[in-house]
């Protein structure tokens, strides 16, 4: 962004009134970025503002110490305490949230320009469908060919007098079986073929006393 966008505020009342003008006017913004502490400050005191979008997680400022001080301890659990407790809730009701807390309970609605995860149902809908459908297609093929297979095999051989006698949970679960191999031994056929596609072997012919080599 370039410095000339840049407009340099320096009190809550500029804040508004640059707020207020909006980015069209001159000395208007269209947006505050500041420490998250002023920013509550401002909204505490004027209302018709909000927060656009997900402020970091760590609010306030931050505190440094030399290597070794003391005051680093203290200061680490007087903080700790008092984000364990609710004196931090209370102290923020108290101080930052005496006009606008009303206007703060939709802070979390989704923005209409947001996208979430309701976003995309239709497409994660219309990808399930398609995967099913695929899936559905590839089974029912397989399926045709295996009854296929199984009825030319009866065909060429003598039916057996077991097949006819045993249960049905045999026949269904030998059936199942069946089928299972069948996709296995169609698996393997196709990956020799691409296999014999992508690496054509050379073939030797004999004729006579000599050798024709194809490739």
């Known amino acids: 962004m370039g410095r000339s966008r840049l407009v340099p505020l320096d009190s809550i009342e500029e804040y508004e009134r640059?707020?207020?003008?909006?980015?069209?006017?001159?000395?208007?913004?269209?947006?505050?970025?500041?420490?998250?502490?002023?920013?509550e400050l401002f909204l505490a005191e004027r209302t018709g503002f909000k927060i656009v979008g997900e402020p970091f997680m760590n609010r306030g400022w931050g505190f440094v110490f030399k290597r070794?001080?003391?005051?680093?301890?203290?200061?680490?659990?007087?903080?700790?305490k008092l984000t364990e407790t609710r004196e931090q809730k209370r102290i923020l009701k108290?101080?930052?949230?005496?006009?606008?807390?009303?206007?703060?309970?939709d802070w979390n609605h989704p923005e209409p320009n947001q996208f979430h995860l309701k976003s995309f149902e239709g497409l994660y809908l219309f990808c399930v469908a398609i995967t099913v459908?695929?899936?559905?297609?590839?089974?029912?093929?397989?399926?045709?060919?295996?009854?296929?297979?199984r009825r030319s095999e009866r065909?060429?051989?003598?039916?057996?007098?077991?097949l006819s006698s045993s249960p049905r949970?045999?026949?269904?679960?030998?059936?199942?079986l069946g089928f299972v191999e069948f996709v296995d031994e169609e698996e393997?056929?196709?990956?020799?073929?691409?296999d014999s596609n992508n690496n054509?072997?050379?073939?030797?012919e004999l004729q006579g006393d000599s050798e024709v080599r194809q490739s």
């Open 18 to 39: 640059a707020l207020k003008l909006g980015p069209n006017a001159l000395g208007g913004v269209a947006a505050i970025v500041d420490e998250l502490p002023y920013i």
């Open 68 to 80: 070794d001080s003391s005051l680093a301890i203290d200061m680490s659990t007087a903080i700790l």
């Open 94 to 105: 108290k101080w930052l949230c005496q006009k606008s807390c009303g206007e703060k309970s």
């Open 133 to 149: 459908s695929a899936f559905l297609v590839f089974v029912l093929r397989m399926i045709r060919q295996f009854v296929r297979y």
């Open 155 to 162: 065909t060429s051989l003598t039916p057996r007098a077991s």
């Open 169 to 176: 949970t045999t026949r269904l679960w030998g059936f199942m």
């Open 188 to 194: 393997e056929a196709t990956r020799s073929d691409d």
């Open 200 to 204: 054509p072997s050379q073939v030797v």
